[in-house]
């Protein structure tokens, strides 16, 4: 059997996958370490497909048309080598290795340098969707040896989820920069489930019930933030504990979990020097959320003094607020994405496609959602646009926003409520709109204690403080006249 692809790695995600290709005409090869469940894949959820089972690897790429195009749904680690260092022999210049797990955007730019240099091509590609999204249709984003994307775009294009007729899947650049993209994605989720985390927090503070919460959240859905997110949170909010009829979210502890891709997107942002709080704020809120024995210690040991204990004012002002805080936030969040990647691009010489990527998270990924239509919008107008904020649309709707956005931080901080995601949003836009922050005082400082220097205002140069040089001063009799040898140092 001649087959279009083949793939390793038979967990759930790679059987959906496969099923899916199938689906779509596509003859697909398929290969196990542990082989007895190549034939029980076979002989169970792909009877009486088109599905091509072997049993070495060196059987499915004998089996496979070139350029052979072979994808790995494997571990993210080792394992992923172990697979390339097995494969390698049995391919010929110009095959393709697809990784379309989790990587670390590091590990598949190594990969793509080290396999370009054998003549052979190398796709890492971020998929998003879970199981369903698989089967059914992922958002995918592909990078790396750009001549490998002609030969597997009608697959993915194929397979992958359609967003008002468009496929969510487009190349997204070189190297690492496919995971780098599925990295940042998943930063940005982390992003908007904390922030209707605060949301619903916030109901719940004044007293509303999980239904009436509910309620609230499929109303959201049908306007401005239209969103999966947004869709699965009135389900669970609704979900009720066969035994008693309670919310099941009720009983839930309240420590979350985290596999690491939101780390890695804070501390890239961090490496880059960018400011890409909401995600770094969402992270340390998990950590937080982590130490719950402490935190009940606290709880108990410590006194909180809000100001206001118990919310008086308008409810139905108070939700119309929370529409457009957690509106304007999560602009916010896609604008740091945004602004994250578009450092990413420039540090690492990628070329990406930010249009293309806003279009593959509108269907098929965690992400998706109505709003994402508007980024694509953005860049499709100004391919070169330096921030999402400085669109007319997201302009415009921050303004409108502001008063509902300001009054829901200052709320929360008012009754005692942990806001996080929400405030910190606030903060980067008050000081992303402020033409002098008091960092010139914090340069001071830093020249003071450390010699580390600073630079003038151009309206206040002079023959003793020069425009665009490195200048240290004498703050006091026992200072110093020699300067550290760099101003970021």
Known sequence: MSCDIGLIGLAVMGQNLVLNMDDHGFKVGVFNRTVSKVDHFLENEAKDTQIFGAHS???????????????????????????????IPHLEKGDIIIDGGNSHYPDSNR?????????????????????????Y??????????????????????????????PCCDWVGQQGSGHYVKQTHNG????????????????RSIGMSCDEIADVFESWNKGILDSFLIEITRDILRFKDQDDGTPIVDKIMDSAGQKGTGKWTAINALDLGLPVTLIGEAVFARCLSAIRDERVRASKALSKVPITPKFEGDKKQLIDDLEQALYASKIIS??????????????????????????????????????????????????ELENLLFDDFFKNAIEKAQPGWRRIVSQAALMGIPAPALSTALSFYDGYTTEQLPANLLQAQRDYFGAHTFRILPQFASKRYPEGQDIHVKWTAKSGNVSASTYIA
Not at 69 to 84: E, M, N, P, Q, T
Not at 145 to 166: L, N, Y
Request: hydrophobic share 40%; net charge neutral.
């Open 57 to 87: 690897i060196e059987e499915l790429c004998k089996n496979l048309k070139t350029p052979r195009r072979v994808v790995l749904l494997v571990k993210a680690g080792s394992a992923v080598d172990d697979f390339i260092e097995m494969i």
């Open 334 to 383: 896609y604008a740091q994405g945004f602004m994250l990647m578009r450092g990413a691009a420039k540090e690492y010489n990628w070329k990406l496609n930010f249009g293309g990527i806003a279009l593959m998270w509108r269907g098929g990924c965690i992400i998706r959602s109505v709003f994402l239509g508007d980024i694509t919008s953005a860049f499709k107008k100004n391919p």
């Open 111 to 135: 990969r793509a340098d080290y396999l370009e240099k054998q003549g052979l091509y190398f796709i890492g590609s971020g998929v998003s969707g879970g199981e369903e999204g698989a089967r």
């Open 188 to 203: 940005i989720e982390y992003g908007d489930m904390q922030m209707i985390c605060e949301v619903y927090s916030i109901m």
């Open 137 to 166: 249709g992922p958002s995918m984003m592909p990078g790396g040896s750009d001549a490998a994307w002609p030969h597997v775009k009608d697959i993915f294009q194929s397979i992958c989820a359609k967003a008002d007729g468009e």
